[in-house]
């Protein structure tokens, strides 16, 4: 049989085989341990940088809040607003999170039952 050129020749079929790829000696895998690890070291030196923070910013500041007034060392003062901002932050991140799990659920169990 003669090749004609300008017709298209059928495509091979796939492999259905899964592919390997090989990963070089010196790459080390990274693993959930090694991870928690290196955040712990970074948390810890946070910490370490808070704590000088705070010992060097002890004078005393006047805190007004919902009407009520108190004395409290400088440090602790920003320090307990940080930590205000970190918890609105967080409830905000989490409403969110909820909202596009049950938005995800729901495009899931429609597309189980073939719906678009």
């Known amino acids: 049989m003669v090749e004609e ?26 693993t959930r341990a090694g991870v928690i690890w290196a955040f712990t070291i970074v948390a810890i030196v946070v910490l370490i940088l808070l704590v000088i923070f705070m010992m060097q910013n002890q004078a005393q ?35 969110r999170i909820i909202q596009l799990r049950s938005r995800g659920g729901a495009a899931a169990k429609r597309l189980d039952h073939g719906e678009k």
């Open 5 to 30: 050129p300008w017709k298209a020749s059928e495509p091979k079929p796939a492999s259905t085989k899964p592919t390997r790829t090989a990963i070089p000696k010196n790459v080390r895998a990274t």
């Open 61 to 95: 500041a006047t805190v007004y809040f919902l009407g009520l007034q108190g004395e409290m060392a400088l440090g602790v003062t920003m320090l307990l607003a940080a930590v205000g901002g970190a918890v609105v932050v967080a409830i905000v991140a989490a409403v």
